[in-house]
Nanobody
Framework: VQLQASGGGSVQAGGSLRLSCVAS????????MAWFRQAPGKQRELVASVTSGGMTKYGDSVKGRFEISRDHSKNTLFLQMNSAKPEDTAVYYC????????????WGQGTLVTVSS
């Protein structure tokens, strides 16, 4: 599966962005999909994950502000980012097919999100 992430850019604090990740194959059979992020000098962290059944999980720092979703008809994973904060600045990666608690087999190329204060 190839994943193509897009939607990154610059936004002011308090603003919104919507990230998309299009898969090259049907995602119906992919149970777990997720968004991770990595800020300069920091470790990669899980932002949010969603199962094929719609169950979601969020990192503590984004709960109540971000929403993950998936559209099986479009083979696309989304991340709606609201009330953005400067600390959300990072490269965001989509991932599919979980192989461990925080391990995924397929990764997108990353899209940069910059939040200015």
């Amino acid at each position: 599966v190839q994943l193509q992430a897009s939607g990154g850019g610059s936004v002011q604090a308090g603003g919104s962005l919507r990230l998309s990740c299009v898969a090259s194959l049907s995602i119906i059979s992919i149970n777990h999909m997720a968004w991770f992020r990595q800020a300069p000098g920091k470790q990669r962290e899980l932002v949010a994950s969603v199962t094929s059944g719609g169950m979601t999980k969020y990192g503590d720092s984004v709960k109540g502000r971000f929403e993950i979703s998936r559209d099986h008809s479009k083979n696309t994973l989304f991340l709606q980012m609201n009330s953005a904060k400067p600390e959300d600045t990072a490269v965001y990666y989509c991932a599919a097919q979980r192989s461990g608690p925080y391990e995924y087999i397929y990764w997108g190329q990353g899209t940069l999100v910059t939040v200015s204060s």
